[in-house]
């Protein structure tokens, strides 16, 4: 069912001694494909634990596929796949025997193990280095084998912490277009945690993003991205006349030599930069809606929260001081 909720989680917080890594999350996470997004230190790999029943939650409650976090988190492991952030591999076991052993953690009867360790290994696209020490991996072959053993009792959610991190550009495509096809063809659900926009782009299609341990946003990412519309135009002659008549007009105009891109703020936009290129004699040759990315719709929120921010990358690298925190009411936060 598409509206099927998955995870929701009611004003849960979690402190770490007087520090506060998340406050008051209510969330509704359906199923299909949500990115956790956030900086650095925002609360993902918390909240992922919280929900496991790995942490316990210091206040709120929360269930994952009906479960309660708070008393059936060895249910609730025994149902999903959860794919850690760090090693949790044995850098001296083969890969066939790591991933048998992570089933028979799970309760499985060694031989039924087995066989679905040759299954998952497969799918992961280890089929033929099962038999290698995993001290011998590369880190994308390492993150294949986390998968591997993640999957291994087909779990019809699947919960991975950062897995396209540190990968090379090959490793990376894999894991990617593996946890596409898992929820494309194999109709699981993954809660994805990353801070890598384009894989979560192309993964998911809803998004949870966290700052600061408060939920920023939450939602399709195709409604969020309605928040920041831009139409794009190429101008031929006068671009410089033509920007200071459409400032002068009171349009958010953004530009890049003889590209320029307008906030899609009103209707009569279209109309509205047509009549200063005639007045200013200025050849707009291509004029159309401007498709944001999700790195665009990520700097645009923080922005609203009050950030000064240029790119994802910078925010990742300097996890900035809080100022403001409180996302407005309709990108899913509290504040007005
Ligand atoms: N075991 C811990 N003890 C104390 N503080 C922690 C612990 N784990 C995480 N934190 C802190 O909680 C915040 C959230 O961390 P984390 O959940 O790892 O964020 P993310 O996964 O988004 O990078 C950070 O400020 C981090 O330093
Ligand atoms: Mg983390």
Redesign the pocket.
């Known amino acids: 069912m598409e509206h099927e909720r998955i995870i929701q989680t009611q004003n849960l917080s979690k402190f770490?001694?007087p520090?506060m890594?998340l406050e008051n999350l209510n969330l509704d996470i359906k199923k299909g494909a949500t990115g956790l997004l956030?900086?650095?230190?925002?609360?993902?790999?918390?909240?992922l634990?919280t929900i496991l029943g790995l942490i316990q939650a210091t206040s709120g409650d929360g269930t994952v596929l009906g479960h309660d976090i708070r008393t059936e988190g060895a249910a609730i492991r025994s149902r999903i796949g959860y794919m850690p952030?760090y090693d949790a591999l044995n850098p001296e076991m083969d890969a066939i025997n790591q991933v048998r052993y992570s089933g028979e953690l799970l309760g499985m009867n060694p031989i039924v193990a087995l066989q679905r360790a040759h299954a998952s290994l497969q799918y992961v696209g280890l089929g033929e280095q099962r038999y290698r020490e995993i001290k011998s991996f590369s880190t994308g072959m390492k993150q294949a084998t986390k998968l591997a053993c993640a999957i291994i009792h087909d779990p019809e959610l699947i919960i991975a912490?950062e897995p396209s991190n540190g990968l090379d550009a090959t490793a990376r495509e894999f894991m990617i277009t593996t946890l596409i096809n898992t929820v494309k063809q194999g109709d699981r659900s993954v809660l994805m945690?990353s801070h890598l926009m384009d894989d979560v782009e192309r993964v998911c299609d809803d998004i949870v993003l966290?700052h600061k341990?408060k939920l920023a946003a939450q939602g399709r990412i195709e409604d969020l991205k309605a928040i920041d519309r831009e139409i794009e135009i190429h101008v031929w002659g006068g671009a410089s006349k033509l920007e200071a008549a459409m400032i002068q007009q009171g349009m958010k105009v953004r530009r890049e030599g003889r590209v320029m891109r307008i906030a899609h703020d009103s209707d009569e936009l279209t109309s509205n930069i047509l009549r200063c290129a005639a007045k200013v004699g200025a050849q707009i040759r291509r004029m159309h809606e401007y498709e944001a990315s999700l790195e665009d719709l990520f700097l645009v929120i923080m922005e609203n929260l009050g950030y000064e921010v240029k790119t994802s990358e910078d925010l990742f690298k300097h996890p900035i001081h809080a100022r403001k925190v409180d996302a407005p009411g309709h990108m899913g936060g509290g504040a007005s």
């Open positions: 770490y001694g520090h890594a956030g900086p650095n230190g925002a609360g993902k790999s918390t909240f634990k952030e912490d945690a966290l341990g």
